[in-house]
C-alpha cells in the first residue's frame, strides 16, 4: 500500500486498485505549495471531521475527480445539501465494505464544526483493511482509552497527530502508540501553524527511545506501507 503526504493530515493511500485522499488541507497550506491540487483525481475522499484544515480543497477535489466522499452522517448531509451527488455518510462504530475494502469509522475526542459554522457530527477516525493491511488514521484527537478497542487489531500502521495544542502531541501520541499496540507510526498534524511547530529530532528520540517507529516524511514524499 503506498503513502504519500500533503501536509498537515492530508495524505493519499493506493489501495485494493483504488486512491483514497484523506483530509483535503492543501492549497491554504504555505508548506504545500508544490503540490498540485487540481492534478489530485482520488476515487475516494475521507473526511475526518469539519475542520477547515482537513477540508479546505475538498469541493475542488470532488469536482475535479467525481470522488465519493466517506464522512460522518451529518457531514454528509451538508455536504447533500451543499449539491455533492457522491457521498457516503456513516457512523462512529460502524464498518462498510467498500470495492477497495472495509472502512471503520471510530471515535476521536476533539470537536468538529463546519466551515460556515454547521453542526459537524462527532469527530472521527477510520479504520481501513484493503491489500492484507490494516491501517489507523486516528483524526484530529487527544489520547483517549478508546484506543485500546485497536489493541487486538494487530494494525500495520498507525497515522497519528503529533503537532500538541489542538491534538496530542509526541508523549501523548507514543502512549497512544501503545494503547493501540502498533509500532509503525507515520505522524501528522505538525508544523503548519506556529502552534503547532514541533522539535522533529526530539520527536524521533523520543519515539525510537520507546522502541517505536516514527516516519515524518516530507511534503508529496511517499512511503510504501
Ligand atoms: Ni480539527
Ligand atoms: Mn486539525
Given at each position: 500500500m503506498k503513502f504519500t503526504y500533503y501536509g498537515q493530515s492530508a495524505f493519499e493511500l493506493q489501495a485494493g486498485g483504488k486512491t483514497l485522499l484523506f483530509d483535503p488541507f492543501i492549497s491554504p497550506n504555505e508548506m504545500a505549495k508544490?503540490?498540485?491540487?487540481?492534478?489530485l483525481k482520488p476515487d475516494y475522499i475521507l473526511l475526518s471531521h469539519g475542520h477547515g484544515d482537513h477540508m479546505a480543497d475538498l469541493f475542488t477535489i470532488e469536482k475535479n475527480s467525481g470522488a465519493t466522499v466517506i464522512c460522518i452522517a451529518d457531514i454528509a448531509g451538508w455536504l447533500d445539501n451543499k449539491g455533492l451527488k457522491n457521498v457516503h455518510g456513516m457512523n462512529i462504530g460502524g464498518g462498510f465494505n467498500f470495492d477497495f475494502g472495509r472502512v471503520k469509522m471510530v471515535n476521536a475526542v476533539h470537536s468538529s464544526s463546519m466551515p460556515d459554522g454547521s453542526y459537524g457530527g462527532n469527530p472521527a477516525g477510520f479504520v481501513i483493511y484493503a491489500d492484507g493491511k490494516k491501517i489507523y488514521f486516528a483524526g484530529?484527537?487527544?489520547?483517549?482509552?478508546?484506543?485500546?478497542?485497536?489493541?487486538?487489531?494487530?494494525?500495520?500502521w498507525a497515522i497519528l497527530?503529533?503537532?500538541?495544542?489542538?491534538t496530542m502531541g509526541i508523549d501523548d501520541a507514543i502512549k497512544a502508540s501503545g494503547f493501540i499496540n502498533c509500532k509503525n507510526v507515520i505522524g501528522v498534524h505538525?508544523?503548519?501553524f506556529p502552534a503547532i511547530k514541533i522539535n522533529k529530532a526530539e520527536a524521533a528520540k523520543k519515539f525510537a527511545d520507546a522502541g517505536i517507529n516514527l516516519e515524518l516524511p516530507g511534503i508529496g514524499e511517499s512511503l510504501d506501507l
Open positions: 508544490n503540490i498540485d491540487v487540481n492534478g484530529d484527537t487527544a489520547l483517549t482509552y478508546d484506543m485500546k478497542l485497536l489493541a487486538d487489531e494487530s494494525l500495520d497527530p503529533i503537532g500538541d495544542n489542538y505538525y508544523d503548519t
